[in-house]
């Protein structure tokens, strides 16, 4: 098992064509890669059957494992009480165990502190974020005038680790007296919630946020930027701040790109104090497939998962 850097071959694609069935879980996934049924997953392995898939020598050639230029995180709808108010928004990043969650993956990503992830350009090492503190959750939901907590939900897919992770967050926010509501859907179905305001957290494991383009925009231009708080669209905390939104055009057409990159640590670090998502991790991709299928170098890619054009099956 060995994360191999991507490179780029003339005389691509190699495969004919390629098969992807959709809908198929995890588990049943993994069940027919190693009936010889099927020569790729998707998904990552689920976290059981990683332990023992990652730790037997057979496996040895058939797993790969690239860092993702991703951050996941809990989107906080900024304009459904109680979280129109800040100090409750703080609290929810202050209760978070984040480090259980890694756990959870098995170890399969890195904690988040802040909006970009750590491969952006513009993430910010000496930031250090909200820390794991109950007790401070609890101090600032009694200041925003809620000391014995409230009620609400969050939606996540139903796709295995995202419920138990969802349960996961269910266990820490009842701590500081908040009883969350687990709301499992279709991923079609979470995304038309989120995007259209009609849910107050969203759990984005499985959905988002991979980098698109390498530049720190992409990580506000499209989710919290002005111009995505529209219906349907992916900025599912329906955040706006005018003044930041100039700020983050302004930086668009800075050229210097230490000036530019500094700019972008202070928008991000206002967007934090806000407190408009949970951070929780940065991800790692994990693929198993058949001992046929090869790739050169990798099957993998850091933003676009499969690199389907570097495969080929051995006869």
């Known amino acids: 098992m060995s994360v191999i850097p991507s490179t780029s071959y003339e005389g691509l694609p190699y ?5 992807i069935e959709v809908g198929v879980e995890p588990d049943v996934a993994l069940l027919r890669l190693e009936t010889g ?4 997953m998707g998904d990552p392995p689920p976290g059981a059957e990683w332990t023992r898939i990652s730790n037997d020598p057979a496996w040895q050639d058939r797993i790969e494992i690239q860092p993702q230029v991703s951050t996941i995180y809990i989107a906080i709808n900024v304009t459904w009480p109680p979280f129109d108010n800040v100090l409750v928004r703080r609290a929810l990043n202050h209760a978070i165990d984040k480090e259980r969650i890694i756990q959870l993956l098995n170890g399969r990503g890195t904690v988040a502190n802040q909006i970009l992830p750590p491969l952006m350009p513009g993430y910010d090492p000496d930031y250090k974020g909200y820390d794991y503190n109950p007790e401070k959750a609890k101090a600032l939901l009694a200041e925003a005038g809620y000391p014995d907590g409230f009620e609400t939900s969050i939606e996540c897919i139903a796709v295995e680790p995202q419920p138990k992770l969802c349960e996961s967050f269910q266990e820490d926010l009842a701590q500081i007296g908040i009883k969350l ?5 279709a991923a079609p179905n979470v995304i038309d919630d989120a995007g259209n305001g009609r849910t107050p957290l969203t759990w984005s494991g499985g959905l988002a946020w991979i980098q698109d383009y390498p530049d720190p925009d992409d990580f506000y231009g499209p989710i919290l930027g002005c111009d995505s708080n529209v219906p349907g669209g992916w900025n599912w905390s329906r955040y706006c701040n005018k003044e930041l939104h100039a700020k983050a055009m302004e930086l668009l057409t800075i050229t210097d790109r230490e000036k530019r ?11 934090m104090d806000d407190a408009v998502w949970v951070p929780i991790f940065n991800g790692v991709y994990t693929v198993a497939h058949s001992e046929k299928l090869r790739g050169e170098a990798t099957l993998t890619h850091p933003e676009h998962s499969l690199r389907y ?3 080929w099956l051995e006869q």
Do not use: C, S, W
């Not at 495969?15 to 098969?19: N, T």
């Not at 509501?181 to 859907?185: A, G, R, S």
């Not at 990159?261 to 967007?271: D, I």
């Open 261 to 271: 990159l500094q700019g972008y640590k202070e928008l991000f670090r206002a967007l």
């Open 309 to 311: 054009e570097t495969m």
């Open 181 to 185: 509501t687990i709301n499992t859907l």
């Open 15 to 19: 495969l004919d064509q390629v098969k």
């Open 37 to 40: 049924e099927i020569h790729l």
